[in-house]
């Protein structure tokens, strides 16, 4: 494996391996803390963190994430700054010390995308050995062209090819453009809207919405949570807004375990907490880059038993048409 990369949520770190895909290097996915070995096929990986978190666990998850990428032979490591400036400095500061002190002391580490600081930046300046430096947005594409064997033409790097079996959609977003993609695809398949309300108050589980989802397979539902934000406010006012969406990310994922149990290979998830939560309840360590459905969102492929091919995206990404688009990218 010749890159590694740290990104900030699990829908984001797709779209970066994507862009390393599309560059020609054959390239995983996966979330926090990975333990297994990577395919010996991987060039390039990225591994989904959530720099949301306070610093001491942000810096927590990037060492682990380190590690590994180590522990693959990544010498060159690009890490996607976190927003706060305060958690931005902690991390830079504790890599600093920790590849000082030895620790992966042949790993080089690039801060991806930090807004201009001009304190952090001195810092960097001042330590010995540029271990640790600010780069460019556009790093991984031009490390990974830099990087791509010889004789390699850019392009989808997946020889992946389709997955056979019923297919599934999930939104856990409330952003506009998934509100008219989840009104678009109703019109023609059966759709299922949980209220956040319900679930918290303990009327609606995950086991209702299996049992709408595998009683309509054969027209590949959509279930959804997606609906105004004046809608949303009740929920959050009453439970707090944190608590609810960690409750229907939770409810996703575990929805998500479920259908794939029961023999659905393809599901569409929209929503950068809703797909981080299918991706660890669906009990994957890695995803494979596959071909893309659409811009940034690429099929994710995990084999195993039972294996299953996945698309994600962010909110706010996507033509109407995308699980429609999406769910058929998937088919063989």
């Known amino acids: 494996?010749?890159?590694?990369?740290?990104?900030?949520?699990?829908?984001?770190?797709?779209?970066?391996?994507?862009?390393?895909?599309?560059?020609?290097?054959?390239?995983?996915?996966?979330?926090?803390?990975?333990?297994?070995?990577?395919?010996r096929n991987a060039e390039a990986a990225v591994v989904a963190v959530d720099f949301s978190a306070t610093a001491p666990d942000t810096i927590r998850q990037a060492f682990q994430a380190l590690d590994w990428l180590g522990a693959q032979g990544v010498r060159q490591v690009l890490a996607q700054a976190p927003a706060s400036p305060e958690t931005r400095?902690?991390?830079?500061?504790?890599?600093?010390?920790?590849?000082?002190?030895?620790?992966?002391?042949?790993?080089?580490?690039?801060?991806?995308?930090?807004?201009?600081?001009?304190?952090?930046?001195?810092?960097?300046?001042?330590?010995?050995?540029?271990?640790?430096?600010?780069?460019?947005a556009d790093a991984a594409s031009g490390a990974a062209n830099a990087l791509r064997p010889a004789g390699r033409p850019t392009g989808d790097a997946s020889r992946w090819r389709g997955m056979d079996g019923p297919g599934v959609a999930i939104a856990g977003s409330g952003a506009s453009a998934t509100l008219s993609q989840v009104a678009h695809y109703g019109e023609r398949h059966p759709t299922m809207r949980i209220d956040p309300e319900q679930v918290m108050l303990g009327r609606v589980t995950e086991d209702d919405a299996a049992r709408f989802a595998l009683d309509n397979v054969e027209r590949s539902p959509l279930i959804h949570s997606?609906?105004?934000?004046?809608?949303?406010?009740?929920?959050?006012?009453?439970?707090?807004?944190?608590?609810?969406?960690?409750?229907?990310?939770?409810?996703?994922?575990?929805?998500?375990?479920?259908?794939?149990?029961?023999?659905?290979?393809?599901?569409?998830?929209?929503?950068?907490?809703?797909?981080?939560?299918?991706?660890?309840a669906t009990r994957r360590a890695t995803f494979e880059i596959g071909p893309e459905i659409g811009a940034g969102a690429p099929a994710l492929i995990a084999q195993g038993d039972p294996p299953l091919a996945l698309v994600v995206k962010r909110g706010g990404v996507g033509a109407r048409d995308f699980f429609e688009t999406a769910l058929a990218g998937l088919a063989a």
């Open 1 to 39: 494996m010749v890159l590694g990369c740290i990104g900030d949520g699990f829908a984001p770190s797709v779209e970066t391996a994507a862009a390393l895909s599309r560059e020609g290097l054959r390239t995983i996915v996966c979330g926090a803390a990975p333990r297994a070995r990577a395919p």
């Open 89 to 136: 400095a902690a991390l830079a500061k504790a890599l600093l010390e920790r590849l000082a002190a030895g620790a992966r002391e042949d790993i080089r580490v690039g801060l991806v995308g930090a807004a201009p600081d001009p304190d952090l930046a001195a810092l960097l300046a001042a330590a010995p050995g540029g271990r640790v430096t600010l780069v460019g």
């Open 226 to 280: 997606s609906t105004s934000a004046a809608l949303r406010a009740g929920a959050a006012a009453r439970w707090g807004e944190t608590r609810v969406a960690r409750t229907m990310d939770w409810l996703f994922g575990q929805l998500a375990q479920k259908l794939v149990d029961a023999g659905v290979t393809r599901l569409v998830v929209a929503g950068d907490g809703t797909a981080a939560a299918v991706a660890e």
